[in-house]
């Protein structure tokens, strides 16, 4: 039987999934794990590439036939410290933002909440302005925690939202191409499982993150929160609603 192809973000805040998917060898040996970043996921999954993926929720509103196949996501329990606009400005202030190529879901978040919530109308690009007062970027995954430090202000996207909406933002969910056979979904969640159920232990085994002033267990811990439960469907369902707008 050949292998089912599955493409997961390669982010810190994805580790516990790669964990799990690695260490339980019962699914490990049944799958051919790749790494990329999320833009890079959606795209395999889209082009067939890969069978299933840890996709940005945007790329839903561009696919016809799919199927979420998975109780786990990527998303927040308020604030995400990974997922930030980024400047020197506060917002009512921000004339042009600059959007990260690597998050569809970041970047329309970005939008939504610019014209629903936060009421402005900056121009939006994936290129610096030559004029660049009154200036932010969008700031995703590791980098953005990195980032943080370097801004007067960094508005984390999951608080704005769960302020706009009073919903745990979800930026990522796992997505099937393709009919897969029910025993497998049950086994690749409890590769999921083992990993959420086992950050500490991760952590503890030659981790290769390290990001100065992040405590990592907390980061994995309380500020992502992995359950695709009620909430974050309800969430999902305004955000591809929302999407439409702008």
């Known amino acids: 039987m050949s292998k089912i192809k599955v493409s997961c ?19 490990n040996k049944l799958i051919d794990l790749s790494l990329d970043v999320p833009a890079i996921c959606a795209d395999k999954l889209m082009h067939n590439e890969v069978d299933i993926g840890l996709v940005p929720v945007a790329t839903l509103a561009n696919m016809d036939d799919y199927e979420i196949i998975s109780n786990y996501c990527i998303g927040a329990n308020k604030i995400v410290l990974s997922v930030l606009l980024l400047s020197n400005y506060p917002i009512k ?14 970047n329309n978040l970005t939008k939504i909440l610019a014209k629903h919530y936060w009421k402005t109308s900056p121009q939006f690009s994936f290129s610096m302005p030559e004029d660049s007062a009154y200036f932010a970027k969008v700031s995703i995954g590791d980098k953005a925690i990195n980032e943080r430090g370097k801004f007067k202000f960094a508005f984390d996207l999951a608080e704005e939202w769960y302020n706009f909406k009073q919903k745990k933002f979800v930026f990522a969910c ?6 897969l056979q029910e025993d497998f979904i049950q086994l690749f969640n409890k590769g999921l499982q083992y990993g959420i ?32 439960d009620k909430e974050k469907q309800e969430s999902l369902k305004m955000y591809l609603t929302l999407m439409k707008s702008i």
């Open 197 to 228: 159920e086992n950050i500490e232990q991760m952590i503890n085994e030659n981790f290769a993150y390290k990001i100065d002033n992040l405590d990592l267990k907390d980061y994995l811990e309380n500020n992502i929160n992995y359950n695709f």
């Open 9 to 27: 973000v390669s982010f810190l805040n994805s580790q516990p999934f790669v964990y799990g998917l690695q260490k339980f060898t019962e699914l």
């Open 174 to 179: 796992w997505v099937a191409n393709k009919k």
């Open 93 to 106: 202030q921000i004339q042009h933002i600059l959007l990260d190529d690597h998050s569809r879901t970041s």
